[in-house]
């Protein structure tokens, strides 16, 4: 296995916010991105009392080559989880919240609902917490968005995931423009609404292309942006094909600042969710 270089070393996870934190998620029965992606920050997330929800399962209707979340039929919804996510949030006491999902494309509207529902129970329970969503692609239905902006979570954040040229290899069932055209469906429908996206590098990406995506993206009108190094999650995902250095995160973070985008994390350890409160400082 290729050996990571030295930057990217993380402490393994301890402490009692950590095991509090999987403790609650074992006995709720709820999953986060954070452990189906295997995330490099999750030790630290975890020990400062904070986590990314993953809701509709954790078994995933498509298969892309990066990611470590289970490829499969997905299980039937779980009736009570908005609730379940809601009630945690409360106990865990956060001020911010991402809610995520995976991508299901066996729903009619790929669970955008449950993603409006969850919203609306943490609404109820935790007046005072931000919510931050990061939606799957919904296929671009714009009746599954408007769901999605009529529940009004603080920022709504859709991955753009990787360069367009590698879309056919590593994303082969999504679509560069129509990911696009998801983050444009939402700032038409609602303004003023903080968008987000984000990509990795390391796959085999060129700095032209990275450029090239970062103005798309500002074209799309996206407000934040996240650029993180590719980490293969086991043998048989899509190999590293370079690991760029903390100095060269910091240029790309330089670069989209220039284009106009409004807060950027760039770095070897960024994820999309990474820092995320940081953004509506």
């Known amino acids: 296995m290729r050996r990571h270089p030295d930057w990217l070393k993380v402490r393994i996870g301890g402490g009692e916010n950590f095991s509090k934190i999987k403790t609650l998620l074992r006995s709720a029965k709820l999953h986060t991105i954070c452990e189906e992606a295997k995330c490099p920050n999750i030790a630290e997330c975890f020990g400062n009392g904070t986590a990314v929800f993953l809701i509709l399962g954790n078994v995933c209707t498509r298969d892309c080559r990066y990611c470590n979340v289970a490829y499969g039929t ?7 989880e908005p609730r379940d996510v809601a009630e945690s949030v409360r106990i865990l006491g956060l001020k911010y919240v991402v809610i995520t999902s995976v991508t299901r494309d066996d729903l009619t509207d790929g669970g955008a609902g449950v993603f409006s529902d969850t919203i609306k129970e943490i609404r109820i329970l935790n007046e005072i917490c931000k919510i931050e969503v990061l939606i799957p692609d919904f296929q671009a239905d714009l009746g599954a968005i408007q769901k999605i902006v009529d529940a ?12 367009e040229e590698l879309f056919p290899v590593i994303r082969p069932q999504g679509n560069y423009q129509r990911s696009l055209d998801v983050l444009r469906a939402v700032k038409r429908k609602n303004r003023s609404i903080p968008t987000k996206s984000g990509f990795m590098v390391g796959l085999g990406e060129t700095i032209e292309q990275i450029h090239a995506t970062l103005r798309d993206l500002k074209d799309a009108e996206v407000d934040f942006v996240t650029i993180g190094q590719y980490l293969q999650p086991t043998r048989t995902h899509a190999e590293v094909k370079r690991y760029y250095t903390p100095e ?34």
């Open 152 to 163: 009004a979570p603080d920022v709504i954040n859709h991955n753009i995931e990787v360069v």
């Open 248 to 281: 060269e995160f910091s240029e790309m973070k330089t670069a989209a600042l220039r284009m106009g985008f409004l807060h950027v994390e760039s770095g070897p350890l960024v994820r999309s969710s990474y820092h995320a409160e940081n953004a509506l400082l």
């Open 74 to 80: 997905p299980d039937r919804l779980n009736p009570n």
